[in-house]
């Protein structure tokens, strides 16, 4: 009886801390990276949904949160075709470093929270970004939302899903990034970075909104 006692106990142990893998990645594009250029005299915004990406956990007791992400860099968009030029091409090098990566894994300090289903999540974690090539290892504040899967939740995704939101600063010159003296006013040194994500524990299986990766050119 006791034996029976114990394994039922290293079973409920392995369940709080057995680790699900979310997949964000999302054939509908609705997955999303914003970036911001506050400059001198002009504000840009530049947005792609060509982002895909991973992050594993248990919500049952989040010790350590791993993930890794990549944006098509050649697709962001700001709605002027010679600002997406200066972007892309002129400080990006989009068709050398088409992708930029951003990972992590990373334990939790403090007490070992619970995901509660539809409540936030914060924290503070280092993520070792990727940008042309150059890796630097930097702060981001991120948000998760764990959503059990309900009549809601498959409006977007079937399964568990993971909603993830992250923002960053990155300082340009950190990557190799040099602001042309002609672009000085019109494109910060510093740009704010924002993503929103949702990830499914369980792939769907409808065409609709089947998780695909990025898409080559």
């Known amino acids: 009886m006791l034996k029976i006692i114990s394994l039922l106990g290293l079973f409920a142990f392995c369940c709080q801390s057995w680790a699900a893998k979310f997949e964000m990645k999302d054939l509908g594009q609705r997955n999303l990276v914003l970036v911001n250029s506050e400059a001198l005299v002009e504000r840009t915004v530049a947005v792609s949904h060509f982002v895909t990406g991973w992050m594993e956990l248990s919500p049952e007791n989040v010790e350590t949160l791993a993930g890794e992400f990549e944006l ?4 962001l968009e700001t709605g002027l075709e010679l600002k997406n030029m200066q972007i892309r091409d002129q400080l990006l090098s989009s068709s050398e470093f088409p992708v930029a990566k951003i990972s992590f894994n990373t334990p939790v300090s403090g007490q070992k929270p619970k995901l509660t289903d539809g409540k936030p999540f914060t924290s503070k974690i ?16 991120i948000k998760l939302v764990y959503f059990k899967e ?16 992250a923002q960053v600063e990155i300082e340009l010159s950190s990557f190799g990034i040099v602001i042309p003296s002609k672009y000085s006013a019109v494109i910060a040194k510093t740009v704010q970075v924002s993503a929103d994500l949702v990830g499914t524990d369980r792939l769907p299986n409808n065409a609709l909104s089947l998780p695909e990766g ?4």
């Open 126 to 141: 280092d993520a070792n970004l990727q940008i042309k090539n150059v890796t630097k290892t930097i702060p981001i504040q």
């Open 72 to 75: 098509d860099v050649r697709t």
């Open 150 to 165: 309900n009549e809601e939740s498959r409006q977007r995704l079937t399964g568990n899903l993971l909603k993830f939101s």
């Open 214 to 217: 990025i898409k080559k050119k």
